[in-house]
């Protein structure tokens, strides 16, 4: 386990066992529970080099670093997030080679672990080599340290001009991971005002979790309150099965979309533009209503294969169901 002294602060130890704070970052005996599995997305099959990984054509997914501020319970990467021994990060000089190769990449996500834990002069590397190739209209840095250790962002005057510079070059995203409302504090919201005061997107991945903001009045709140800082949602995902994950964090996924469409109504339009998806070892799909009372609708959003790109299609879910497995797709 890894927490932050800030994020622990944010707990209500009086109520700590249902405390959401303390779900996330403390360990549960649940998690001796190991059924599911550790790579439920692919990612092992979509791995092109050492560290990076090229599902979709538009897009890099780049493995920095295996380290994050606070190592979160419901991690769909723990497979090998916090080794020691860096087995699994990319190397950036081959990162731009295979990009400029692959002309239809047009955008890379620098991820991890968590890319904001590299180091400023290794974070200055990957933008330097990358800002270089034409073919990427914009790079995005996938991090949770706005969320766990927003003291990283700006009490690091190198970093935010690192960030400034290239972003002259090539539009930087951070894609963070708010996931409920206590976390939303002053600190991470100033995190975000010194980022996006230099014209970074700031854009929120959260997932579905029991017990966390499995409720429609909670996950509303966290997406306006979002919203309002200039942070705009960006996926909602379906908790994946993953070992020491899955029975402890997932909610069906009928229950979920009812969740979703709950706190959907409490948003204008900005906070409304978001997707509740599951990330699939095919593609992201979209979870988009019941079609009858057997029969859910679902699209794919992105696909891996060619033939699903924008595939709409019908699946029956029990009310317990909370993934879905290859072979029920239709057609696939």
């Known amino acids: 386990m890894r927490v932050t002294r800030y994020y622990l602060s944010l707990i209500d130890w009086e109520h700590y066992l249902t405390d959401p704070i303390f779900r996330m970052a403390i360990p549960s005996i649940r998690e001796t529970d190991l059924s599911g599995e550790l790579d439920t997305s692919g990612e092992h099959s979509n791995t092109k080099r050492q560290g990076l990984q090229h599902k979709y054509h538009q897009t890099a997914l780049v493995i920095t670093t295996q380290e994050c501020a606070m190592y979160c319970r419901h991690c769909f990467r723990r ?5 020691e021994a860096a087995s699994e990060t990319a190397d950036p000089a081959e990162v731009a080679r295979y990009v400029a190769e692959h002309p239809e990449i047009n955008n890379v996500l620098l991820s991890g672990g968590d890319a904001f834990l590299m180091e400023d002069e290794e974070i200055e590397r990957y933008l330097q080599l990358l800002c270089g190739i034409e073919s ?12 766990t250790f927003p ?3 700006y009490e690091d005057p190198e970093l935010l001009d690192i960030l400034g510079e290239y972003n002259l070059r090539k539009q930087l995203m951070v894609v963070t991971h708010f996931n409920h409302p206590h976390e939303i504090s002053g600190e991470a919201k100033k995190a975000v005002r010194v980022l996006r005061e230099r014209g970074i997107i700031v854009r929120n991945q959260a997932v579905l979790l029991k017990g966390i903001n499995d409720d429609g009045e909670i996950l509303g709140t966290l997406l306006r309150r ?5 942070v705009l949602p960006y996926y909602i995902f379906q908790c994946r099965p993953v070992k020491g994950v899955k029975h402890q964090f997932q909610v069906p996924i009928l229950e979920g979309y009812a969740i979703v469409e709950k706190a959907k109504t409490m948003q204008n339009g900005q906070g409304k533009a978001f997707r509740y ?3 699939h070892p095919t593609g992201k799909i979209e979870f988009l209503g019941p079609a009858s009372s057997e029969d859910f609708l679902m699209k794919y959003h992105q696909a891996k294969f060619d033939e699903d790109q924008g595939r709409i299609f019908r699946i029956h879910l029990s009310d317990d169901q909370c993934w879905i497995g290859a072979g029920e797709i239709p057609g696939r």
Not at 136 to 147: K, M, N, Q
């Open 226 to 230: 979002l919203t309002a800082i200039g």
């Open 79 to 83: 497979r090998i997030v916090g080794k």
């Open 151 to 153: 003291m990283r962002i």
């Open 136 to 147: 990427l209209d914009f790079i995005r840095f996938g991090s949770r340290t706005p969320v």
């Open 277 to 279: 998806v599951m990330s």
